[in-house]
């Protein structure tokens, strides 16, 4: 039995004081930055067409204009490989 405790206490000795690599400081070379890489485009338009309608014999006028168009375009553009 001590030949075991013995042996054992060697083992742990003799690891503590083994060194197999350094630690090193964290690189921050590594991380790669895509912000230029990607373009959000948001475009809002708001199309109203009028239509109008002229009376020739007295001169008046009809304008109609129908309710507004509303359109949301949104686009991702990248440029990985240009």
Partial sequence: MPK??????ILLISTLYAHSQKIKEADSTYIL???????VK???DTQTDTYSLTNIQDG????????NNYRLFLSLDTSFWA
């Fill in 4 to 9: 075991k405790i013995a042996s054992i206490l």
């Fill in 33 to 39: 930055s895509y912000a230029d890489k990607f373009v």
């Fill in 42 to 44: 948001l475009n809002v």
């Fill in 60 to 67: 008046s006028q009809l304008r109609i204009a129908p309710n």
